[in-house]
């Protein structure tokens, strides 16, 4: 069928989309025959889907979990004869047709795993009588705003501590050294792509054992659900990147300041999908000598959209220079800096259209960059989300 259509969002060509907003645009159809049609219209959808597979040969079992976010339509052409069967005759050329939808502001945002997805799309639906409905899709990103000054926990430093006793390799012995301990603190618990962590590490090695080296990670971990509540549950662990330091000899103490800057990733999610939940953590790996288990230490992160704009110094007796201070921080486009009691975007703070000005004078607004490790489990049509990337420090930047 010699059928052309393209879809285009106003004012949006990354295709990205704050929930809340009015996701606006137009819609081009081109024939090169007549056409008569029963209906055209619009679907504007989003969608999850988590599927794995466990056990091997014929024991093995497939499992699935969908839930839907979004599902709207407007029709183009025919929408009151479409139940009825009428017909209108296009002529061969071009046709424009214009489109929005409010996007309610619980959506989660777009994300791309092994196992799962949370897609949003456009579906544009020929409907020709006696052949296959003609449809062409267009992928757009949703980014669900995660406010990191809601939550005053996440202003505050990340500190963990972990004590690890070595015992001998021959069994004969029943006693063990004195602890290698590792303490590890970052300055606050929040940060958004593009923000750089500085993590601090002292390494008190009293042990017999020495550690040849620390592996830094950031991690990332998945958990897919077959529906709400569901304890039959797969977990997925990504690093999404790592770096390693000089060890610690026996007897020694050292100090480690290392940057980390978060690449474009997804916000933390652990409560507007049922079915995919995604947190973030610092993994921090000291390597000690085989037949010994390497001390491990997590430090919890939420990455968000919205960076924290005012870091207080605390009496902790780590270093706090004078550039910590976020004073002047960017929203995105057209979202409004109003954030209920649940870190939600009101319908009433979002403008009527994505084309509004910022609510504030803006000195860097973010960019935005493809997912970094975005996997996938769909068809060539897929498109990598996009996310929110912010060049701000929040703390100090010379690092070993």
Same mark, same amino acid.
């Given at each position: 069928?010699?059928?052309?259509?393209?879809?285009?969002?106003?004012?949006?060509?990354?295709?990205?989309?704050?929930?809340?907003?009015?996701?606006?645009?137009?819609?081009?159809?081109?024939?090169?025959?007549?056409?008569?049609?029963?209906?055209? =219209? @619009?679907? @504007?959808?989003?969608?999850?889907?988590?599927?794995?597979?466990?056990?091997?040969?014929?024991?093995?079992?497939?499992?699935?979990?969908?839930?839907?976010?979004?599902?709207?339509?407007?029709?183009?052409?025919?929408?009151?004869?479409?139940?009825?069967?009428?017909?209108?005759?296009?002529?061969? !050329?071009?046709?424009?047709?214009?489109?929005?939808?409010?996007?309610?502001? !619980?959506?989660?945002?777009?994300?791309?795993?092994? =196992?799962?997805?949370?897609?949003?799309?456009?579906?544009?639906? @020929?409907?020709?009588?006696?052949?296959?409905?003609?449809?062409?899709?267009?992928?757009?990103? %949703?980014?669900?705003?995660?406010?990191?000054?809601?939550?005053?926990?996440?202003?505050?430093?990340?500190?963990?501590?972990?004590?690890?006793?070595?015992?001998?390799?021959?069994?004969?012995? =029943?006693?063990?050294?004195?602890?290698?301990?590792?303490?590890?603190?970052?300055?606050? !618990?929040?940060?958004?792509?593009? *923000?750089?962590?500085?993590?601090?590490?002292?390494?008190?090695?009293?042990?017999?054992?020495?550690?040849?080296?620390?592996?830094?990670?950031?991690?990332?971990?998945?958990?897919?659900? %077959?529906?709400?509540?569901?304890?039959?549950?797969?977990?997925?662990?990504?690093?999404?990147?790592?770096?390693?330091?000089?060890?610690?000899?026996?007897?020694?103490?050292?100090?480690?300041?290392?940057?980390?800057?978060?690449?474009?990733?997804?916000?933390?999610? =652990?409560?507007?999908?049922?079915?995919?939940?995604?947190?973030?953590?610092?993994?921090?790996?000291?390597?000690?000598?085989?037949?010994?288990?390497?001390?491990?230490?997590?430090?919890?992160?939420?990455?968000?959209?919205?960076? @924290?704009?005012?870091?207080?110094?605390?009496?902790?007796?780590?270093?706090?220079?004078?550039?910590?201070?976020?004073?002047?921080?960017?929203?995105?486009?057209?979202?409004?800096? %109003?954030?209920?009691?649940?870190? *939600?975007?009101?319908?009433?703070? %979002?403008?009527?259209?994505?084309?509004?000005?910022?609510?504030?004078?803006?000195?860097?607004?973010?960019?935005?960059?493809?997912?970094?490790?975005?996997?996938?489990?769909?068809?060539?049509?897929?498109?990598?989300?996009?996310?929110?990337?912010?060049?701000?420090?929040?703390?100090?930047?010379?690092?070993?």
């Amino acid at each position: 069928m010699p059928i052309n259509c393209e879809v285009h969002f106003d004012s949006n060509p990354a295709k990205v989309v704050y929930a809340g907003q009015v996701l606006s645009g137009t819609c081009r159809l081109t024939s090169t025959e007549h056409l008569n049609v029963r209906s055209i =219209f @619009i679907r @504007i959808q989003g969608t999850a889907h988590a599927q794995w597979q466990e056990g091997t040969g014929e024991k093995s079992k497939t499992f699935t979990g969908d839930e839907d976010y979004l599902n709207e339509r407007t029709y183009f052409v025919n929408r009151s004869t479409f139940y009825a069967g009428g017909e209108t005759r296009l002529l061969a !050329g071009s046709y424009t047709y214009n489109f929005q939808c409010m996007l309610p502001p !619980g959506l989660p945002t777009s994300f791309e795993g092994e =196992f799962g997805y949370i897609r949003y799309f456009t579906r544009v639906v @020929i409907d020709i009588p006696l052949l296959p409905d003609q449809t062409f899709e267009q992928l757009f990103t %949703v980014i669900k705003a995660v406010n990191l000054n809601a939550d005053p926990a996440l202003q505050a430093p990340v500190i963990a501590e972990k004590s690890k006793t070595f015992s001998p390799v021959l069994l004969c012995c =029943f006693t063990s050294s004195p602890p290698m301990t590792i303490l590890a603190r970052i300055p606050v !618990g929040g940060y958004t792509p593009g *923000q750089v962590i500085n993590l601090e590490i002292n390494v008190k090695n009293e042990s017999d054992q020495p550690a040849s080296k620390f592996t830094i990670k950031l991690i990332k971990q998945v958990i897919y659900y %077959v529906c709400e509540n569901s304890t039959r549950q797969k977990h997925e662990t990504i690093p999404i990147f790592e770096m390693e330091t000089r060890g610690c000899d026996v007897g020694k103490e050292e100090d480690y300041r290392v940057n980390l800057e978060v690449p474009s990733i997804p916000p933390s999610n =652990f409560s507007t999908s049922n079915i995919i939940k995604v947190k973030y953590s610092i993994r921090i790996i000291g390597s000690v000598p085989c037949f010994h288990i390497n001390p491990i230490i997590d430090l919890p992160i939420t990455i968000g959209t919205y960076p @924290i704009q005012d870091i207080t110094p605390t009496a902790t007796g780590y270093p706090h220079p004078t550039d910590m201070a976020i004073n002047s921080v960017i929203l995105p486009p057209s979202v409004s800096q %109003v954030f209920d009691q649940n870190n *939600q975007l009101p319908y009433s703070a %979002v403008p009527s259209a994505p084309s509004a000005p910022f609510p504030i004078p803006q000195d860097e607004p973010p960019s935005y960059m493809e997912a970094m490790q975005s996997a996938t489990i769909a068809d060539s049509n897929n498109l990598t989300p996009k996310y929110p990337m912010y060049n701000q420090r929040t703390s100090y930047s010379n690092g070993n």
